[in-house]
């Protein structure tokens, strides 16, 4: 295919060749952000959490009796205990994903300095169980350390910790954690074990560092302890949770009891992120519609003014595929030249978003893949306006416009 | 003559019904699309008090030790008050009023049988809040600086709560359970929510939290009522104490009319902390007290989600890939009537005259294009107030903006006809003629 007449026809229609340089590169700047942020999203709901998410079922006391708590929590464990289908059930102060952050400072010195904002889980006896917290090195806690931990003003009054993977990597790197002190100001516990990495309370409010950063204390019953776990098969929790908070409420007649399954408290922290997943989704759609209407309706112009130049071509022997190819070669030559102009801008823009809002560099085969895309769309817009060209005939040229 | 080119440009768009289908399609996505999102940021950065917040100052102090590091991820401890320092700025009294407060969820026992105790979220303040605020109020009133020392156990609720506790009778004289207290009813304030609730502490929702009850900051302390927002300590040993001088949890206001008040409650506040520092509490210089106003002070906590400006610019960047479209397409469709243009200019016509006309004929997509843009941007507004954010169900359209929307229709498909318009008032008419 030559390209030099495409090149020269396209110079004598500057305007209109720069309208589609110009909305190719718009849409192509404009969608490698979006699909970015989309990705991103994507990703923040897919955090990984090691606790059993699918047979965890969550009830909420809010407002019982605390100097009861001693004789109330182990009568409700009890009870919960008889629901057909409970594997495991405990009491604990929050859960992963409740938004009720429990943050404090940990160090692996005394008195040391921290940018991370860990989240504090207080369990009840048998809590590492109810949750489904992997272990990976160590061992949970033994029915002693439950006995002796208490809670004051959120601080454990025990001598035992369990620190989650991201931690214990990142205070004693290249070490194991096992049997290290971990301090806050100069109160230290030991660590006896290792977990997979568990969610924060609250992990958009305690940033990067603090997404994993979770410890985990034994505690007697206690009044701060709001929340019961219960762990079955997922294809029971349903019914689990529904019993379980009518028991409770029957139980805590003077309270608020709310009952949910872990796997909607999850829906629940990032169903603003996915209501903004799917709304950038359909900017994104429509604007490939509009660029994509914008190419049809220039392209059929042109095909338009140019019926005699098509007829004169045919009649001196260019074949339908080649009219066709014209066009398409002409509509490629154009995308190439946006696609390389919206890269370009949609690197800086990616630049400048990076200076004011929370979003990392755009890793570079976003380009390629947008420009495939953008390349595409304008070939299939340009297939009608082609396929109209090439079913001219030839006697136009004899014909006067 | 406009109505004859309205007419001319009615006949020249119905001959295309696709073409101009397409263009006010395309107007009418950018329009929606970027007005959705200039009403939600024109609804969340609106004056919560108009009138008012002229008035409405905010002071502040750094308290903090000099080795205390400020944190990304944390909240900033300057941006409340501790106990000594409001107490301190209240009894200065240096305002027309003012009044410190603090945000507090409480548990409510309805002490009825049909009812369940129910969490209800409200303010501990001191006597001057509703005069500075302009509280309105349907029955009874607010209590005294007398009540505030003696720290009186008394309540004022909103109407909602109010009715919902007490049906349509009188609710003043009443007693209510709040938490493990009996408070007396004095007062019953009719529905008064600013959005956003901008005396609140920062870690709130402030869109569409609501305060429900109002009661004496003193009550609160002197019986440890939950305090809830964020408390920020800076000192080993009594932090959780709400009078510790090394916790800051409150927030003030305070009313300052003239700009020569204004001027001296800064030098006050500035004279205040080298005090402090002469007394060995305060560490760093005096002049990092602040006196915010109330639209300076929602600037300062930047209340707009990042998701919102960002969304809003993806919105504009989608208008921009709209408008270049109809510049387009206009192009196409302007050139395409060379010939009509060419007779025109033979027979006497101005290329203003041409000009004017093909402007009227994106001035008229733009009117289409609008009116599709606003239904639009009502589907967009919506689907917003079905979204989770705390913002969502203010998103809603006022006359101005629905105004605006038309106008900015109209003005981006004017000036997206000006170049089309201009080449195609530049087409040599002869050249066209001999080719007809």
Redesign the interface.
Known sequence: MEIRPILTSLRKHRIPAALIVLEIALACAVLCNAVFMIGQRVADIHWPNAIDEQGISVVTVNGADPKLAVSDIPRNLVALRGIAGATAVAAATSMPLDHNGALSDFTATPNGKTTVNTSIYFLGSGGEQALGLHLLEGRFFNAEEYADSGSKDFNSTGHVVLITQSDAQRLWPGQSALGKTLYTNDTGWTVIGVVADVLAQDPRFSGPGGRYSSVFFPLHPDGVMGDYVLRSAPQDRARVVREAAQLLGKLESGAVVDGTTYADMRTDYFADTSSMVWMLVLVCVVMLAVTAFGIVGLTSFWVGQRRQQIGIRRAVGASRGHIMQYFQTENFLLSAAGVVLGTALADGINLYLMRYYEITRMPWYYLPVSAVALWAIGQLAVLGPALRAAAVPPVVATRSA | MLGYYLNLALRSLKRTPI?TG?MVL?TG??IG?SMTMLTVLHVMTDDPLPGRSAQLYTPHLDPLPLEY?L????PNPTDDLTWPDAMALLKAHRGVRQAAMAGGSL?L?PGRSDL????VNGRYATADFFALFGVPFERGGGWSAADDAAAAQVVVLTETLARKLFGTGNAVGQTVRLGEHDFRVIGVAAHWVPKPLFYADQTGTQYSDADLFFLPLSAAVSQKLQVSGNRSGWA?GD??ALTSANMSWLQFWAQLDTPAQIAAYRQYLVDYSAQQKALGRFQRPPTNAKLYSLMGWLAHENLVP??V???L???L??L???M??I???L???F??RSGEISVRRALGARRRDIFVQLGIESALIGVAGGALGVAIAQLGLW?IRQ???DYARLAQMDASMLLGTLMFAVVASVLAGL?PAW?ACRVPPALQLK?M
């Not at chain 2, 944190?71 to 944390?74: G, Q």
């Not at chain 2, 369940?116 to 969490?119: E, I, L």
């Open positions: 073409l397409l395309a996505l950018g699309a590091k944190r990304d991820d944390s548990l026992w369940r105790p129910f969490y080993k932090e959780t990042n998701d400006r960002l969304q610019w993806l919105a960047g989608f921009f890939v709209c270049v479209n510049v387009a397409l192009l196409a469709k050139l395409r689907s979204r989770p954010d170049l080449r080719a």
